[in-house]
């Protein structure tokens, strides 16, 4: 049987990340030498695309911005119709450490969906106000729904292995914050085991960061309603997406 690396497709979604996606593949390379590391290009303006390419990533281009789900939906696609059967996402602004790749993708042991949690007790991460609130309110309520303490339920930090990447293939939400908190949903309530894996993060190698203080409110409301939007749909059994 091939070692974990060897189906390992790392997904990198990236929208104007000129500045620090060819430091993320190099470095995911070196953390994984033998996976595939697959950018995927969401409709951006700038030339990453050029910087991954020169980088010697796979390179996915979406013809138009889709949204960070959007991208995901299209790289667990590409997992699939391709043979890989896990798929870790990391975030193309450099924040994510790919040194942790391989401790998250040993979790898939006994999980099916690994979380990079930034809040539990490793690093010095940070998020104030009404934002931090919101994530607090949301990891309580996904907590419930997955069966199990998670910290950090809006981390793009995961690794996902066999039935997540089936399911996921189908069925990953496009919306805001649906690569998130609707995504865990989803899988909590198809029969997915979701655990997480403390980590520290890096600060931004490039860019500018999507949330802003002005935005908190915002992401609270919108977060919230993500959630029970999920939670709102129909449950999608494992069988439905081709999962064993």
Request: hydrophobic letters at 45%.
């Amino acid at each position: 049987m091939p070692a974990p690396e060897d189906r390992l497709l790392v997904v990198v979604p990236a929208l104007n990340e000129e500045a620090s996606v060819g430091d993320v593949v190099r470095s995911i390379r070196e953390a994984v030498p033998r996976a595939v590391c697959l950018v995927v290009d969401d409709g951006s303006t700038d030339a990453t695309a050029r910087v991954a390419r020169a980088a010697d990533a796979v390179l996915l281009r979406l013809p138009f911005n889709l949204g960070v789900g959007g991208a995901m939906r299209a790289g667990f696609r590409y997992a699939r119709d391709h043979g890989h059967s896990i798929v870790v996402q990391v975030d193309a602004d450099g924040q994510h450490d790919p040194a942790y790749i391989p401790d998250l993708i040993s979790g898939l042991s006994e999980s099916d969906v690994v979380i990079g949690a930034r809040f539990a007790g490793v690093g010095e991460y940070g998020a104030r106000g009404p934002r931090r609130w919101a994530m607090r309110v949301l990891a309580w309520a996904m907590s419930k729904v997955a069966g199990r303490r998670l910290d950090d339920v809006t981390s793009g930090f995961k690794a996902n292995g066999p039935r997540a990447v089936d399911l996921f293939a189908e069925t990953y939400p496009a919306e805001y914050l649906g690569d998130t908190v609707e995504a865990l949903v989803i899988g909590a309530r198809a029969g997915l085991r979701i655990t997480q894996l403390p980590v520290a993060m890096r600060p931004r190698q490039g860019g500018a960061p999507s949330h802003q203080p002005l935005r908190a409110a915002v992401y609270l409301f919108r977060a919230g309603m993500a959630f029970l939007l999920a939670l709102l749909r129909p449950r999608v059994p494992l069988s439905a997406a081709g999962a064993s």
